[in-house]
């Protein structure tokens, strides 16, 4: 079946420490995004990809960084520069170009808590 | 750019009462309309879509009505029931992609007490 998988689903970081979240996606979408939800927020955009070795900052990419070098893949890597990074991650990819609008898929999620 | 306003929440309602939940949006061509879903801890899932003026998207008893003269495409339903309690999300997708082409409103949390 097609979809996209977001790993871990819990992941727990020590402070200072790097860690990278996996977002793998078999729908052949160009455009693939990665947004923060924190408690009772809505959607925050941190970067998105519009097509391989290429991708774009979002609202809040300060302390987060990504790779696109394959058009099934996204990762995202949150940073020991990133101040508050605990958050529930989610991974989301649709069709960018053309003439038909498409919803966007995502993942099931990753929560990230820092201890 | 694009945008999308909807109603704050909480909005707590009793089972089989009627619910609405307004969407309005702002996008520069014929944008695409979803509404989305989400249970606690899970990822968003697509609850329905209208892709053109006048469509009626519809899945499990709710539905919405792209009205492009008032720029809204409200949440309906007829008859809630406790398993609907969820955060429902109003969103709009553009050809043009990137950032400006996936928008979402700030999600609407639905309770329902029985």
């Known amino acids: 079946d097609g979809g996209i998988t977001q790993s871990p689903k819990y992941l727990f970081r020590k402070e200072g420490q790097n860690v990278t979240l996996s977002c793998e996606q078999n729908?052949?979408?160009?455009?693939m995004y990665w947004y923060r939800q924190d408690p009772g927020q809505g959607l925050r955009l941190i970067y998105y990809?519009?097509?391989?070795?290429?991708?774009q900052k979002g609202d809040i990419a300060e302390g987060y960084s990504v790779s696109r070098e394959k058009k099934e893949s996204f990762p995202l890597t949150v940073t020991s520069a990133q101040k508050n990074p605990t958050a529930f991650y989610l991974c989301?990819?649709?069709?960018?170009?053309?003439?038909?609008?498409?919803?966007?898929?995502f993942g099931q999620g990753t929560r990230l808590t820092v201890v | 750019g694009n945008s999308v306003t909807q109603m704050e929440g909480p909005v707590t309602l009793s089972e089989e009462a009627f619910l609405t939940i307004n969407c309005t949006y702002t996008a520069t061509g014929y944008p695409s309309l979803f509404w989305y879903v989400q249970y606690p801890g899970e990822g968003l899932q697509l609850l329905l879509k209208a892709t053109k003026a006048d469509d009626k998207g519809s899945n499990k008893g709710f539905e919405a009505t792209y009205r492009k003269e008032t720029t809204s495409f409200h949440l309906e339903k007829g008859s809630v029931q406790v398993s609907d309690s969820a955060v429902y999300f109003c969103a709009l997708s553009y050809s043009g992609g990137g950032a400006d082409g996936l928008t979402f409103g700030k999600g609407t949390h639905l309770i329902i007490q029985p």
């Open positions: 989301a990819s649709s069709t960018a170009q053309g003439l038909v609008n498409t919803e966007a898929f």
């Open positions: 729908l052949n979408h160009d455009a």
């Open positions: 990809s519009q097509i391989v070795n290429d991708f």
